[in-house]
């Protein structure tokens, strides 16, 4: 497993994603009151850029009329069809068990913790976002970094 | 009076020792005045006093050649509005173990409720008194005043406590989707009570026949027939009608189901990305359907090559959904045996001549 270290974690406050190209993937970075997922973007379905889709929540009902709203801005919808997927697990609603997007595990790194292997490449680090280009560390910052 | 069979309408050979019920077959008020011993006397000097000759229908003119079956009209009124007629030339021929009534008096093109109500109430007396009483063969179909579904509620408890009743019928041009919320004590009733929900070809709504507006011939109206269909199952299964009510089923009547294979598919896909605004449809619209819709086959839509027919029913996936009809006294077929699709496996030939019906109707 590679990590790549993609973007600062004042970058993609609450809310708010950030989609990056590394491993040769387009992957999308969301941070979901607070926590950080990465997850393809690709739709299963007909290969739309998914991250580029609105985060909602998933509308569940026990008889009709009824709408019980769960999850807000927990769930991306693929803007070419509108199929839903948790943004943690990449799954879909309506069929968990086949159709989900890859989701990439995420961590916070303190660029205190980054700086001290200067060398990323030899600490298990790739720099990101971009390939070929330097991320460049700064002590007092947080990163967030995708394993692929 | 003499025995009035008719040529070629018959039970086939090869069906001899089967079970047979044909659910799609019309009785036809010969006059309004056939009402007045079952309506109050209100409506009665209602309908003299104002000199209403009858409840007209558009649905299509009343000598469109090849429409009704060459001798079922009787000496007096129109085709279907015989018990006599229907014992000579249906039933006792066709050797049906039962035959499901469908009255299509035109009670849904009266503005006034009461006025409609009174009328539905006394045509399904008649239908009960005059032919299901007469012939034990009979099952019966309940008319509902749709115009006011309080009403229409009222009607199918009227009808649950005659057990010959085993559905209620609206039309399928109704004046608006039939699964939307207002219709819905229709169908709570029909759950408690047990009776299929009926949705029967035609409408007097005024809402044109297709959705870009009237068409000019007749020809057009008739091919046309599914597309309300499609509509009214739609609406049935996006509104949660069976959510709601787990227990209904839902039966077309004369609409047709070759095109319902590439509705499921359209439904089930779209389904996928809209269902959100439906989130009681928890399950793809093909299963529910699947589930609680079945459908008469009369009339088939015939294919020059049969395997294409055989192949559609393939595609409906379940072997439970399709029910035997002839749509008597209308003529859709030439030979009897082409009444069935040809080239079905005996099982499903036996589960469409009586055991879906059966099991739909709880026949027995």
Redesign the interface.
Known sequence: MTKYVVATVDEIPPGRRKVVEIAKRSIGVFNVKGNFYAIRNQCPHGGGPMCEGVTSGLVRSDKPGNYDYIMRGEIIRCPWHGWEFEIATGQSWFDPAKTKVKAYATDVESGEALARNPELSAAGFQPGPYSGETYEVEVDRDYVIVNI | MAVQQLENYARPEQWAGLDLVDTDVHINLDNLRSLFPYLEARWCDYITESGMGGLASNLYPSNAPNLFLEGSRPDQGPPGSSLELLQQQLLDPWQLQYAILNCTYAVDSVHNDDFAAALARALNRWQLHEWLEQDPRLRGSAVLPLQNPAFAAKEVEWAAQHSQFVQVTVPSRSREPLGR?GFWPIYDAAQRAGLVVGVQAGGLSGNPVTPVGWATYFVEDYVSVPLAFQAQLMSFVA???F??YPELTVATIEGGFSWLPPMMWRFDKD??????EV??V?R?PSEVIRDHVRMTIAPLDRPDTPEFLVEVIDQLLRDDMLMFSTDYPQAHFANSADSLPEGISGDLQTKIMSGNAHATYRLG
């Open positions: 919320r509104e949660g009608v959510v709601q389904w996928k990305g809209l269902r959100r989130p009681w928890e793809p």
